[in-house]
């Protein structure tokens, strides 16, 4: 097991892979922010303690919350299966500076594109950063399998 | 790769991520049982072979069927993140004791924020057991990523 | 390491799971091509440089993309959980026959339910494969829980 840790491109993959998903899980938080500050719930046990009428008011839905939600439903579908791409990608072998490149432009790009979705930069700042990522995706899943092929 | 089994950390990990796992794909039945008690589908084809007005009434959204969808997208958004990083976490060789305080704190949270979230219980109840179980992400990354960093 | 992606298994597991994950990547694509003919857009910055009339109509949803979108969730539901259970399982060194007997009735039935989703076949289709996918995962979790148990 402690040989697993001692390759360098799993090191790699490792680091990234534990930066992503931080990110991902810290959508969470900031959903609460801007449903707190914007006064948008979702659950009525959220709004318990408050007059009806204002009960009404904070459970409609609210544009931002909306899109912060977006952002963390299109992290979970292009994160999560850039880990486990990765996770078998890494044990295929590959060269450490192509391995590197994958897992920084995959990061990079979704970091950008989480800024780019939560401060409405004008598009195609999200749609390219949303794009590349997906295809560091694509050429890890190709490397794996045209590495390893039993169907 | 018997190896990797044999670890009693590696063995604790798999027991509780399968346990987190099955919990998480059973809000798919759960779902389904109620759409069908309250009668709200999503797909028309879900509701064929009724009359048109019929068709109209059941093809509306229920509350307690989103609350059911909003419990399972939530447990996307964490119990995958747990299971990806707590294997990587795995690997980094923490202490048994340890490992499994935090396996089991973050199980616990899960079960009891389905029960919260679910069955409807007051707040901070369905909020503390999703910040705690967060938290334990947090610090199992923190450990994976001061253990093993290469960026 | 090398060790791993020599045991047939663990290539089968790593094939079917590259499958399964490029497929549940290119929903993220298919729903793009159905907002764009379907004319269905969620954020402003998608429509921009158009009317004020246009924008409106555009950034009203659509039950195709909505359709393709719970196909996506459904496949987070599914596919993810499947990949993370189906690593531990290909660890505890199952058969090869076994294993990708589960394997192969997992990806049929995941393939069959997105072209039952997506081109709107009568049920139970789309409930089936949905089904048998979710007893492969749980058939799966059960040999993880009875090989390695550490509570």
């Known amino acids: 097991m402690a040989e697993l840790m001692e390759n360098q491109v799993f090191m790699a993959f490792t680091t990234y892979a534990a930066i992503v998903v931080l990110k991902m899980v810290l959508m969470g938080p900031l959903t609460a922010y801007f449903r707190i500050t914007r006064g948008s719930f979702a659950n009525e046990e959220d709004v318990s303690g408050k007059s009806e009428e204002q009960k009404k008011k904070l459970l409609r839905t609210h544009p931002d919350v909306e899109r912060v ?9 292009n994160v999560v299966p850039f880990v486990l791409v990765g996770l078998l990608y890494a044990l295929t072998g590959p060269e450490l500076s192509t391995a590197l490149l994958h897992f920084r432009i995959f990061t990079g790009c979704r970091i950008f594109h989480t800024i780019a979705y939560v401060s409405v930069l004008p598009q195609p700042s999200r749609g390219l950063s949303y794009i590349v990522g997906m295809l560091v995706i694509i050429s890890m899943a190709y490397r794996v399998l045209s590495a390893v092929l039993l169907l």
């Open 69 to 77: 939600r977006r952002c963390h439903l299109n992290d979970l579908e």
